[in-house]
């Protein structure tokens, strides 16, 4: 952990790949005082790879708005076209209890080529966690969690992805089956975009 959290510090952008070796970034249990020092110069980004592909993205940032207002932000669902961009389309089917399920097309584009991908997603509310479903196979495929620090006024937000090369279809699909160190990028940088989006959307006034 010490020889992790030194080379943290070094830089403002941090990223670790591991093989066979998967330390959750919730599962740090880091204090309060560490995560704030950490983000503070940057994101937080843990890769797991397995046999050369990529397996799970652990991502956290650092939002400036207290945890309910981050919390609305991501469960505004049938608003993500407003402020995440590539999404087309986002609608609630069904609402139950904690459990709510939306109908989402996102465009994925990358070296001028683009694909849009439409499903459907079970989303398990749990404050302060949020559970996210693949519906037609039925597996959780991620997950939220939100960390209150500097007495509730900030959240530390953890975003847990699977990977799930099922998504990409066509001429993207190709791509990657040709060069499979581009999946880095084509799963990575979405992440960090919509996770920017949510901080940029809960820190306006």
């Known amino acids: 952990m010490k020889k992790m959290l030194a080379i943290i510090l070094t830089v403002s952008f941090f990223m670790l790949i591991e093989n066979n070796t998967y330390a959750n970034l919730l599962e740090q249990k880091l204090d309060e005082s560490t995560l704030k020092e950490l983000l503070n110069r940057g994101e937080l980004i843990h890769l797991e790879e397995e ?9 956290a940032i650092l939002i400036d708005a207290p945890l309910d207002k981050v919390w609305h932000v991501i469960t505004d669902f049938e608003n993500y076209p407003d402020f995440i961009p590539g999404q087309k389309a986002c609608k609630i089917i069904n609402k139950q209890g904690n459990e709510t399920i939306v109908e989402s097309a996102v465009e994925f ?18 404050k302060p966690e949020l559970i996210i479903f693949d519906t037609k196979k039925n597996r959780e495929i991620g997950r939220y969690k939100f960390i209150p620090i500097d007495e509730g ?7 847990t992805k699977e990977v799930d090369r099922d998504n990409f279809t066509g001429v993207v699909k190709i791509l990657i089956n040709k060069k499979p160190e581009i999946e880095f990028s084509l799963y990575l940088s ?6 920017k989006a949510i901080k940029e959307r809960a820190e306006q006034s």
């Not at 592909?53 to 652990?58: R, V």
């Open 51 to 59: 046999n050369g592909k990529l397996k799970h993205i652990d991502y």
């Open 153 to 159: 006024k900030r959240v530390v937000l953890f975003r």
């Open 109 to 126: 584009k990358f070296m001028g080529v683009g694909s849009t991908v439409n499903y459907t997603t079970k989303y398990i509310l749990n």
């Open 190 to 195: 979405p992440l960090r975009i919509n996770m």
